[in-house]
């Protein structure tokens, strides 16, 4: 019989203390910041009903939502009749999926996609319940059936920072500002925000004579314009029968990008000093070519709010993309991403939302986001040793106690209980062992200090504390243990 692997489900992970604590770390700071401007936490459930996230994520998204199969007593009399009468008809050897009508028969539930879709389910759900500006962080796994790459996982954890019921731009500026600071707090200094507008897309689109049904697909090939490049891009709007559009397209972007890419060839990053500069001759561009569609000016006013209030807040790395697409189809204004030089992919993104929430309800309900990738961040700063020294080193506890034979093991455990009361961190060795070896573990475990509790100490109700790092030791009352450690 072959033995079973041992390693996680493809795209999953296992995390070792290690790993836990960097994680922490970097949550505990997210959390710290967020909480700072006044977010609230909040959890939903792993798994949703299937029909809530459905038709959310635009057809790419569909393809990536983990469905769970209906439970047996309630599918098997489908299951039946599809393999008894409609099997042959769906089923091919060489890709044996079922089609997405005959899929949804056998499944109800799924995983959850993202944490911004059941924010909008609970809004609509206890709209009542809930303050007439509601901020609220969220950090838990989300699931998707994604091919895993560098940085890139089937489960991950988003840490999303939402504000439901306005309209302002101070609600972009200041999730943009928290951004910044978290970054700023991790170590990060090579990266910059990209914004842009939904609005202004839709201009540039109408301006270049995309017709509005192939929108959503010049949208996507834009997206992703700047990873593939000018020939690339041409040739997929040359295949999506936007040829002459995707030139025009092309065209302006080039005048746009033209100082920017020279000054990012020159110094390796924009510098922030230029970035106001950069960002004024991207609107004048903008506004010459697309001033006189009805959409755009309210797109270019809002992202000009944007930068005053962050400049207020003293947030200088925003960059205005106009390329910027954003492949979610439910974003309705500003949209930004996080984009750190030499990684390719960003490190979150986000923007407003106003329509998302009336799909649960009557109303329309403002609301815009940001995502920190959290998975992708922890990658970056340990390929980079962003990590502070003492996560790597960390031990399990502060000190351990040592058992000396079966008969001691009930004083090991009243000292460790001591202790903790104390408010130390105790662990205590399982067995009676020798001592070397229980020093020996002690020190695998990169524990600081051992109380050792052997014939003698215990017959004069005393204890030798060992410091595992200058290998002294000295023989202590238990009343002075605590302190002494501390």
């Known amino acids: 019989m072959a033995s079973q692997s041992t390693n996680p489900a493809r795209g999953m992970r296992d995390f070792l203390p290690v790993d836990v604590r960097k994680r922490e770390y970097v949550i505990g700071i997210i959390k710290e910041v967020y909480e700072s401007y006044g977010f609230e936490p909040l959890e939903t459930p792993a798994v949703e009903n299937l029909e809530t996230l459905t038709g959310k994520y635009g057809e790419d998204g569909n393809q990536l939502i983990f469905k769970i199969l209906k439970r047996r007593n309630s599918f098997e009399d489908e299951l039946e009749h599809f393999v008894d009468n409609v099997k042959e008809e769906f089923y091919d050897d060489n890709n044996p999926l079922y089609p997405p009508e005959i899929e949804n028969d056998f499944c109800d539930l799924a995983l959850r996609y993202d944490l911004t879709v059941p924010l909008a389910r609970v809004v609509a759900n206890y709209k009542n319940d809930l303050p007439k500006f509601f901020k609220r962080y969220q950090i838990q796994p989300v699931w998707r ?204 993104g986000g923007g407003r939302y106003d329509g998302l929430i009336g799909m649960f309800g009557k109303e329309e309900i403002p609301a815009c986001g940001f995502s920190l990738g959290l998975e992708r961040i922890l990658v970056v700063m340990e390929e980079r040793g962003m990590f502070p020294e003492h996560l790597q080193n960390s031990a399990a506890a502060d000190v351990m106690v040592t058992i000396w034979n079966e008969e001691s093991i009930g004083e090991s455990l009243k000292l460790a209980s001591e202790l903790r009361e104390k408010g130390l961190r105790v662990l205590v060795y399982p067995e009676a062992d020798k001592l070397a070896k229980q020093f020996k573990y002690a020190d695998s475990m990169k524990i600081s200090f051992v109380c050792v509790l052997g014939e003698s100490e215990l017959a004069e109700n005393k204890v030798t504390l060992k410091n595992m790092k200058s290998g002294a030791q000295e023989t202590l009352s238990r009343s002075e243990i605590a302190e002494k450690i501390k």
């Open 145 to 348: 059936a994604d091919r895993p790459a560098r940085g890139r996982f089937r489960e991950f954890y988003q840490c999303d920072v939402d504000t439901i019921g306005s309209r302002s731009m101070l609600v972009e500026a200041e999730q943009i500002s928290a951004v910044c600071e978290i970054l700023e707090r991790l170590g990060f200094e090579d990266y910059k925000v990209n914004l842009n507008h939904r609005k202004i897309l839709t201009s540039l689109l109408d301006v270049c004579e995309v017709p509005q049904e192939k929108h959503t697909a010049a949208l996507i090939i834009l997206d992703k314009a700047l990873k593939i490049g000018g020939e690339a891009t041409i040739q997929e709007f040359e295949k999506s029968g936007l040829r002459s559009q995707g030139i025009k397209l092309a065209k302006f972007f080039y005048q746009i990008f033209e100082r920017k890419n020279k000054i990012v060839l020159e110094k390796e990053r924009v510098p922030k000093e230029l970035l106001e500069d950069i960002n004024n001759d991207t609107f004048e561009a903008l506004e010459a070519l697309i001033s006189n569609h009805p959409e755009s000016n309210r797109g270019i006013a809002e992202i000009k709010e944007i930068l005053r209030f962050t400049k207020i807040q003293k947030v200088e790395k925003i960059d205005i993309d106009p390329s910027l697409a954003r492949g979610l189809s439910y974003y309705t204004g500003a949209i930004f991403e996080i984009e750190l030089f030499g990684f390719t992919g960003s490190l979150g």
